[in-house]
């Protein structure tokens, strides 16, 4: 019996924020926020193709996303599972969704391990999935989403839509769409 090598047992994966990457955010005050109902999930343009292309490459596709608004309750977990459910239909090719719920309010809490900016969604699913991070990407638009990647050991691609707040690190690319991003993906293999 032959064994294989982590680099081909593996596969890649394409680790995807959801709000501001694959979905419209609610931008007010120059800061961006999740939809607040079913009614206002709306993917971006191209956002199914370019999943297409990627899953086509051999990527497999992981929605990772914190949803602190649920932690907080002023948002429903039926709502934003509705929202998945939306997802998942409009993008098949998705393998998981990793959420995590935390409301990330009290400073002096030690972080939770599964909430972006620590890469623990990251690292469940791919040892769930069995993907090579080493191969890997995050997308994102926020600098939870570049932190968390690279905490990660994935390379980052950030979506800049000029948000009032900061990156705390660089990303490895720096797009202006979902679309842009893959493309940047598929010509780096």
Not at 108 to 113: C, Y
Request: some cysteine; charged content about 25%; glycine content about 6%.
């Amino acid at each position: 019996m032959s064994c294989s090598s982590p680099s081909t047992a593996f596969r890649p994966a394409i680790f995807l924020d959801r709000d501001g990457t694959l979905n419209r955010q609610v931008i007010r005050d120059g800061k961006p926020y999740p939809p607040a109902t079913l009614a206002q999930f709306e993917l971006f343009p191209g956002v199914p193709e370019a999943c297409a292309k990627l899953a086509a490459a051999g990527y497999v596709l992981v929605v990772a996303t914190n949803q602190p608004d649920v932690g907080r309750g002023t948002q429903s977990q039926a709502v934003v599972e509705s929202m998945h459910a939306e997802l998942r239909e409009l993008v098949p090719q998705l393998a998981q969704i990793e959420v995590c719920y935390a409301p990330g309010l009290d400073p002096s809490a030690p972080p939770d391990r599964r909430r972006k900016p620590e890469p623990g969604m990251v690292i469940d699913a791919a040892t769930a999935l069995d993907l090579d991070l080493g191969r890997s990407w995050m997308i994102g638009d926020r600098w939870r989403d570049i932190d968390c990647g690279q905490r990660a050991g994935v390379r980052t691609v950030f979506i800049d839509f000029g948000y009032a707040e900061e990156l705390r690190a660089a990303p490895d690319f720096t797009v202006r769409s979902f679309a842009e991003a893959a493309d940047v993906i598929l010509q780096a293999r």
